[in-house]
């Protein structure tokens, strides 16, 4: 076969594919939701009024509804905006919705994972484990009590000069975690794991970027391509290598009657369970579920914290108003505690006002529907991408009084009592809520009333 016959053929091959592709596209476009028109194999990822979300789904809502389809690449993603929506896809429809999409599988599996099989039985597990090492209970606040003095020294070691509290505060709620998962805490002047943690915050950085995204809808061409995903994927591994040490020194030192922690706990279930949970607890899902916890667990509160702090210093009027509940509730004797939170109706308030207000970036964090799903007069293929906008739900006017303002009084009743609030959704809803969200609101608590 000449070149001239072999360069028709292979253009006919591209040209059918991609008429193939349109035509599988129009056709899932015919039964989803409406959306901005997507360019041709990018869809919509190039379109700045389109993406990011978190900026325009406003005016995407306005005009195409609550419940619209944008595309990522050749993929379409429907998108939830407002309470309504997302309450009636994640609770009222959450098995159908209860699926994820395919997130950075090269980083992400373990908690994260899309098999449905596997995520129930490690979330299961996890959350029974966390639960046995304290949390919701006293001894795991008085842990974070004594965490959260350590941080209270480091920052008075300060002594008035600037510096950034985001490395302290992330090493407090990461030390948390650790003695949870690792069994240990490690010192605020450990460089080792200082760099660790600056790992941490950069891959959390990275999933949270538009550059994720691409890297998501076209895993396939962009892991050869330069990039930042390169540094974070090497990143990643030495985190896994920290791990996997950890890892290999619980199986060394392991006394199955008495776990000290989260891997401790998974071993001896791993040994136990070996003829009934297949491969679900192997040591890959071991070190991917620790990967997750570790990550997670320290980088989303500490950012949150930090938050708490800026906010505080911004409205010192309402800083004064919660030192003063506190010292009422504990004096000067004493840190608070978790079980003080009830004589704290206004600090209450303040902190669950202050996560309403922080204007997290969840879109790189979607679901996936787990079957062919009507909602909302529409029909959602098996395996969609669905994306819920958090930041909607939080500022949806029909649910709060002042969405765009920070006001605590969305917390309270005309008594002062502490009011909880439907819409109020931090930790997700539905099955993929945050296995975490008992350990993080005890966590932000103390953390708060300490610092």
């Known amino acids: 076969m000449d070149a001239g016959v072999a360069g028709i053929l292979s253009l006919f091959l591209i040209l059918s594919t991609m008429c193939f592709m349109l035509w599988k596209n129009n056709r899932k476009q015919g039964q989803l939701p409406p959306g901005p028109a997507p360019w041709f194999l990018l869809g919509n990822l190039w379109q700045k009024d389109v993406l990011p979300l978190h900026k325009s789904y406003q005016k995407l809502s306005k005009k195409y509804g609550p419940v619209f389809t944008v595309w990522l690449g050749p993929k379409p993603a429907v998108v939830l905006c407002g309470y309504e ?31 449905e099989k596997k995520w129930r039985e490690l979330r299961r597990f996890t959350i029974a484990t966390l639960r046995d090492f304290g949390m919701g209970k006293k001894t795991m606040a008085q842990r974070v009590q004594e965490e959260a003095q350590y941080l209270v020294k480091a ?61 998501n809808t076209f895993p396939g061409i962009m892991r050869y391509l330069p990039g930042p995903h390169n540094k974070v994927f090497n990143e990643s591994e030495k985190l896994k290598n920290f791990i996997r040490k950890k890892i290999d020194s619980h199986k060394q030192t392991l006394e199955p009657s008495c776990p000290r922690d989260y891997i401790d706990c998974f071993l001896i279930k791993s040994e136990k369970g070996k003829s009934t949970s297949g491969d679900v607890f192997s040591d890959e899902n071991l070190l991917m579920a620790v990967f997750d916890l570790f990550g997670a667990g320290t ?12 906010v505080m210093a911004k409205f010192p009027q309402i800083q004064a108003k919660v030192q003063q509940e506190i010292e009422k509730a504990v004096g000067a004797i004493r840190a608070p505690g978790i079980e003080d939170r009830v004589r704290m109706p206004y600090t209450n308030a303040v902190i669950h006002e202050l996560q309403r207000s922080q204007k997290a970036q969840s879109e790189n964090f979607p679901r996936a529907v787990t079957r062919r799903t009507e909602f909302w007069g529409y029909t959602i293929p098996q395996g969609t991408t669905v994306i819920p906008m958090f930041r909607s739900v939080h500022s949806d006017p029909k649910q709060w009084e002042t969405p765009e303002e920070f006001n605590p009084g969305h917390f309270l009743d005309e008594k002062g009592e502490f009011r909880p609030n439907k819409a109020f959704m931090p930790f997700s809803a539905g099955k993929r809520m945050c296995p975490g969200e008992g350990l993080a609101r005890m966590e932000l608590f103390l953390f708060f009333t300490s610092a």
Do not use: W
């Not at 000069?161 to 992330?170: G, K, L, M, W």
């Not at 980088?299 to 800026?310: D, G, M, P, R």
């Open 85 to 115: 929506a997302v309450r009636n896809a994640l609770v009222g429809q959450a098995e159908e919705f209860g699926g994820r999409a395919a997130i950075l599988n090269c980083i992400f599996s373990g908690l994260v994972t899309g098999s």
């Open 155 to 215: 920052m008075a070691n300060m002594e008035g000069e600037v510096f950034d509290p985001i490395t302290s505060i992330r090493h407090a709620v990461s030390n948390v975690v650790c003695a949870v998962v690792f069994g240990s805490r490690f010192s605020y002047k450990d460089e080792a794991f200082l760099e660790l943690l600056g790992m941490i915050g950069n891959y959390i950085h990275y999933f949270i970027s538009p550059f994720a995204q691409v890297y």
């Open 299 to 310: 980088v989303s509160t500490a950012n949150t914290l930090l938050f708490f702090l800026l």
